[in-house]
């Protein structure tokens, strides 16, 4: 993983000519910028006491307590626009001091037996992929690496069921899977380095999620390590056992506790998938056509729509970027006999377009981080924004998040996606593109989380809470859902180690 | 509703001859039991003090405070077998001192106040249709009833979703939404009385739920008040935003507060439903058929296959009990074409019965409880009892629960079927008769709760936890799960007022 940006710098991707046109000439976007080499990037000094240290190289060996400077940059927050430019900047200042990596459950509940006794805050780092926040803890840090409880535990055919840890980046989890025939089907485009404890722990939801649906509905089981102790949860795949406490769990950023063990519902691996590309007059007609595919149980496994600008862009099809096509892309992926799905798309008004868009889609699906990449260093800011809600609310949600993005940055490209669709609901995926700097962005995003909130939807579909949307959360759960949170935090983790300032802003009270 | 049994009186049902027979030559059982008359049932003094009764009175209205015999009698405990027997025999000493009707969620939460100040138990009622001692929570209580929260407040056609009020029944539900053309689907044994907050509460299932999931799966958003004010949670299908806390009041069978509106997803009407059987040579092989169809996805929407004893009993069809059918009885209803389903159920080994078993079914499939009432008459100790695992447990789990009845009850009949399924396990419904008395009764249930904890399961499927699974829902969770519990319920009713003793069996410990 590139320090400064994403993924492999072999695959960074040289922009179009008709993107570097409609930067310059359109959007006055200016000079690129270069980033500062690894060696420049500056550390904050570390404060951790060396008697904390020691313990923590008793717990996992002292191999494994990592203080280089390398070290401290690469788990050094994540990699959402506003973390890739400060890092291109050189700037470091929320650094971890050390990056421990405990090589099991057992060895997790004692570093943090030896953090909560130092007051040392902690922040699991799997991939290090969050957007929003969610690897900032201030200083004085340790990072647990998860990167070593990287294995695949078992595997039960009959149930369907395999155990795997939270380290495991998601291509190797699938590739131990597959050596069973089995898949899990999550491919968000964090897919080539995010790891399976993040997407629990932030609920994460992939490219599949009409076939396979989200990562959270996947987990039947989990262990926790915590502060007071272990979580052992999930007996069946369903019960009426009182509140379910793994949905306590899934989605709690590592803000309680470390999950060390996911057992995760998985399937046989589909012969073949067929994709195929649609075309609609309108978002809204396309969004029509998603809706009684989810609403009449005749979801294709990969579902998306690109509106108007997405389309026109043709940032669904990374090849063809700059292509300048009308209408609203439609992109379906089947694994089974496609005709159900077909015949709706047909009856609500779509053209289908062959196999080649899906082809090209396919192709291009983990491409678009590489591209950001390419923005950036040409000057522009270029960032994702997501959320979701009730079908009959979406052009409310679609039209707020847009008319503040407009009002904050001028006149920036705004794309948007339906990626995610419910029976009831749907997410809507927005890509800006402005040539506004990162404190302009940064005032706009706050206008657009408070647009979300205004508007009902939900303040993320498949992102998480982090830092960055915090507040918005907060209003959105209402203070007596902070309040339960609180609660929960406070008996986990009394010393306020665990990941402090994502979820809820402020630490949790003092005991009494 | 019976106050000493179920539903009509009008619909009471007298037990077949072959069932008398073998009640009196196999099984010993004696003399039929008369129950005592509804004046005569023993009531407790009350204990509330006139400054809280009139307290409520001016929240309420006086005519919605109700004392007298008859409206106590109706809101003691629930509708197991033990609440049953007691109540037949006049012990009515868990009795509300008053019952109080409330008209919206504003009520509810002036309620909660005046029961905080007063230090007053706090039971929500709905159908009263608990088998696990969900509505026994001691003496001096109040019984809110939240018959009055009875309207469809909306329905969004677009979204599939409609708001309706947590004291409906679900008939009434149903009735309503066919206004509409809609429905739930959600089809319990309880349905002709139980409410939607009853549902959401303790996580019902329904006889559909291979088709339309369980309750909480419909749950899209809800309205909570509780002593510390009003949660409202719910903004999107699906959220990355945190913890799922709808998923922490599902399940929470007011512990934490009263749910006083629901936001639930609904489906079209079906035009038709296909009711047919099948016939398994055993339990395994009809076990593996159904987990085929859950693991293809190709489940029909009511799906349920009775072992070798409940289908020689003819439990499944109760117009035909004592028919002594042989091998297991597979029950499907198909609302969409049947052919993906009975070419798996054949290719299985299945023999197709046609349509006369499955139309036997849907007629008497709310009548076991009607049965029950019989049995009981008839001086024969009846009851059921539920639990889910994982699909390559579930071998260990019937046979621990077999095994523990037939070691604590001597020569029970025991039979089983299995109604809810996943890609991931299935749940396992025990219906059990007896010639031995109460006291056996519960030391019996006491070990099957303790076999299923250690076999792997979970303590309940559909039922929930009461008062009756409090001890073994600990063991599932273990000791920080409890704790979690513990510190939501303290942030949300500090009195610990809310249906004390259900889900944790002690009262939360002092603030600080």
Not at 178 to 204: D, K, M, N, V
């Amino acid at each position: 993983m590139l320090w400064s940006g994403w993924g492999d710098p072999a695959k960074a991707r040289e922009l179009p000519d008709q993107i570097r046109t409609l930067l310059r000439d359109l959007m006055g976007v200016g000079e690129p910028v270069e980033a500062v080499a690894l060696e420049e990037v500056r550390l904050p000094r570390p404060t951790l006491s060396p008697a904390a240290l020691a313990e923590l190289a008793a717990v996992v060996g002292a191999a494994h307590v990592r203080t280089d400077h390398e070290s401290r940059v690469r788990h050094t927050r994540g990699k959402s626009t506003p973390d890739l430019l400060r890092m291109r900047e050189g700037d470091a200042s929320d650094a971890p001091d050390a990056v421990v990596l405990p090589a099991g459950h057992e060895e997790v509940l004692r570093v943090l037996e030896v953090c909560s006794a130092h007051r040392v805050a902690v922040v699991p780092f799997g991939g290090g992929t969050s957007v929003v926040g969610g690897l900032v803890a201030g200083q004085g840090v340790v990072a647990l690496d998860l990167g070593r409880l990287d294995r695949l535990v078992s595997v039960d055919t009959e149930s369907m069921v395999a155990e795997l840890e939270p380290g495991l980046r998601a291509p190797d989890a699938e590739r131990l899977l597959a050596e069973h025939g089995l898949t899990l089907g999550h491919f968000p485009q964090s897919y080539e380095y995010a790891t399976l404890g993040g997407f629990a722990a932030a609920r994460s939801s992939g490219q599949a999620s009409a076939g396979y649906g989200r990562f959270d509905d996947m987990v039947v089981g989990l262990t926790v390590a915590t502060p007071s102790g272990a979580l052992d949860l999930g007996r069946a795949p369903k019960s009426a056992a009182g509140p379910d406490l793994r949905q306590l769990v899934l989605g709690s950023e590592g803000a309680f506790g470390v999950i060390t063990s996911l057992r995760l519902r998985v399937r046989r691996r589909p012969s073949a998938t067929v994709y195929e590309g649609w075309r609609f007059e309108t978002f809204q007609a396309g969004s029509a056509a998603m809706r009684r595919l989810a609403q009449e149980g005749v979801l294709p496994a990969v579902l998306r729509l690109s509106d108007e600008t997405e389309t026109m862009i043709g940032l669904a099809r990374p090849e063809a970027i700059g292509s300048g096509d009308s209408g609203c892309l439609l992109i379906a992926g089947h694994e089974k006999d496609r005709g159900a799905a077909a015949a709706v798309l047909a009856e609500q008004g779509g053209a289908h377009l062959g196999a080649e868009p899906g082809q090209a889609w396919e192709h291009g699906r983990f491409a678009a981080p590489y591209l950001r990449d390419s923005l950036l260093a040409a000057g522009a800011t270029v960032e994702t924004l997501e959320t979701a809600g009730f079908w009959s609310n979406l052009p409310r949600l679609y039209d707020a998040v847009r008319l503040t993005l407009h009002a904050e940055l001028g006149s920036p490209l705004v794309m948007c996606h339906i990626s995610h669709v419910y029976e009831t609901g749907a997410s809507l995926y927005f890509t800006v593109v402005t040539n506004q700097g990162l404190p302009e962005w940064e005032r706009a995003k706050r206008a657009v989380n408070e647009a979300i909130v205004t508007a009902g939807g939900t303040i993320s579909h498949h992102h998480g809470v982090g830092r960055d949307h915090s507040q918005a959360y907060a209003e959105e759960i209402g203070p007596l859902g902070v309040e339960i949170l609180r609660a929960v935090k406070q008996r986990l983790d009394p010393q306020g180690i665990m990941n402090p300032g994502v979820l809820i802003a402020c630490p949790p009270p003092a005991t009494g």
